[in-house]
């Protein structure tokens, strides 16, 4: 698995593959040369909405044939990119794991509700800072 996150252009704008660069906010990799080079040579806008961003681990999905630059986000830029394309009930709950980060109060509840909830044990690490040996063990109550 490779550590860049995918900037490709969908033939049809409707699929719901990835996420378009806008819904995420800023990020830093889309200001470069580069990405600027690789936009104007494909014909295409930041704006564009056939234009999408996948993490790294969802690299695979991007299809054959499609035009892709490979970036390097930072590791909030990732989450932010992961975030939006987690389904709705699975984005709320890890708001409230991002939130924890600032109140440890009801800790087991919580990654026992996102872990529940079907949010990956990796990922409550992530957004929570949690040894991943503390949300192991949330796992096996």
Known sequence: MT???YLFLLDDASAPLGV???AVGDLASLETPAVRAWLD???STLTSPHLR???PEE???VP???ERLPLRLSDEELSR???RMAPEPLARVEEDLLAYRDCADGRDTLIGRALAAGVAPHRVVELTGVDPATVTAAAGR
């Open 59 to 61: 690299a695979a999905a």
């Open 41 to 43: 040579a494909q014909g």
């Open 64 to 66: 054959e044939g499609a």
């Open 3 to 5: 550590d860049d996150a």
């Open 81 to 83: 990119v992961r975030h």
């Open 20 to 22: 378009a660069p806008a």
């Open 53 to 55: 961003l996948l993490p």
